[in-house]
């Protein structure tokens, strides 16, 4: 899901299509530009899809084709529909996210639904926009994006350098990447024969960074801990330059060679 990342707002635009209300809102956040698009029933009840600017690009075709397919349909005929109603579908696929596209029939009339589901759990989430409405949708889509272009655009600078730690006979290695889910943080631990790594989210680090200092603050008021200070050679924090790509992790130098070369993980 895209959370609440210093979410900015930059345009919306609402449509009345029947009874139903339709808000397209672009927003922006670290991970770049998106548009949702929530649907307000007449009973009030709301629901919303999330596309990337490049995926609201290409539902704005795919509503062109829906809606010529659907002018080219005759009179609705209860006797001729197919066993599921449907009438067309298309599917659309970004990173971690499909999107299923249906032109259906019921007593009710003819609409497209679009699904919205997330591979690796996560709920199901759909809109129902009225056949007669699509053209009316392509054309505020089309709007938007003619405003603010198709690029998804997401973090643009440089990435902070990676840090090596020495603790004992232990290794740490903190870089940052960056892949199609956004930034993270890859914390390896490394000693002779063994060595594993975590995948940490930027989103969380706040939370990571709370729970350490909520510990180092118990630790210090229980009297228990080591001290940091006047470590000797073995217990060495430093500085390392890293790659400064801004698209992959950043890299320890070749004093300390990084034991996980490749960082581009996914991100959950």
């Given at each position: 899901?895209?959370?609440?990342?210093?979410?900015?707002?930059?345009?919306?635009?609402?449509?009345?299509?029947?009874?139903?209300?339709?808000?397209?809102?672009v927003k922006q956040n670290r991970r770049g530009r998106f548009i949702k698009v929530?649907?307000?029933?007449?009973?009030?009840?709301?629901?919303?899809?999330?596309?990337?600017?490049?995926t609201a690009s290409e539902f704005r075709d795919h509503l062109s084709t829906f809606?010529?397919?659907?002018?080219?349909?005759?009179?609705?005929?209860?006797?001729?529909?197919?066993?599921?109603?449907?009438?067309?579908?298309?599917?659309?696929?970004?990173?971690?996210?499909?999107?299923?596209?249906?032109?259906?029939?019921?007593?009710?009339?003819?609409?497209?639904?679009?699904?919205?589901?997330?591979?690796?759990?996560?709920?199901?989430?759909?809109?129902?926009?009225?056949?007669?409405?699509?053209?009316?949708?392509?054309?505020?889509?089309?709007?938007?994006?003619?405003?603010?272009?198709?690029?998804?655009?997401?973090?643009?600078?440089?990435?902070?350098?990676?840090?090596?730690?020495?603790?004992?006979?232990?290794?740490?290695?903190?870089?940052?990447?960056?892949?199609?889910?956004?930034?993270?943080?890859?914390?390896?631990?490394?000693?002779?024969?063994?060595?594993?790594?975590?995948?940490?989210?930027?989103?969380?680090?706040?939370?990571?960074?709370?729970?350490?200092?909520?510990?180092?603050?118990?630790?210090?008021e229980g009297g228990g801990g080591v001290s940091m200070s006047g470590m000797g050679?073995?217990?060495?924090?430093?500085?390392?330059?890293?790659?400064?790509?801004?698209?992959?992790?950043?890299?320890?130098?070749?004093?300390?060679?990084?034991?996980?070369?490749?960082?581009?993980?996914?991100?959950?």
């Open positions: 899901q895209h959370g609440q990342q210093s979410e900015q707002e930059l345009a919306t635009k609402m449509l009345q299509i029947q009874s139903k209300r339709f808000y397209l809102d929530a649907e307000i029933g007449a009973d009030g009840r709301r629901s919303q899809i999330f596309l990337a600017l490049s809606s010529d397919f659907y002018a080219s349909l005759g009179p609705p005929n209860p006797e001729n529909v197919p066993d599921d109603g449907k009438l067309k579908s298309e599917m659309m696929v970004k990173d971690n996210r499909r999107y299923y596209l249906d032109l259906k029939e019921n007593s009710r009339g003819r609409f497209l639904r679009v699904s919205q589901t997330i591979t690796r759990g996560g709920p199901r989430t759909q809109i129902a926009i009225p056949a007669q409405g699509m053209i009316e949708f392509r054309d505020a889509l089309t709007d938007l994006l003619e405003e603010f272009g198709i690029d998804d655009g997401g973090f643009k600078g440089d990435l902070p350098e990676g840090r090596y730690m020495r603790v004992d006979n232990k290794n740490f290695y903190f870089d940052i990447g960056q892949n199609n889910r956004g930034i993270y943080m890859r914390i390896s631990e490394v000693k002779t024969n063994f060595r594993t790594a975590i995948t940490v989210p930027e989103k969380s680090w706040s939370r990571f960074r709370d729970i350490f200092a909520d510990y180092c603050e118990k630790m210090k050679p073995g217990n060495v924090m430093s500085d390392v330059k890293g790659s400064g790509s801004g698209q992959q992790a950043s890299s320890p130098s070749s004093s300390q060679p990084n034991p996980n070369p490749n960082l581009d993980s996914n991100l959950i």
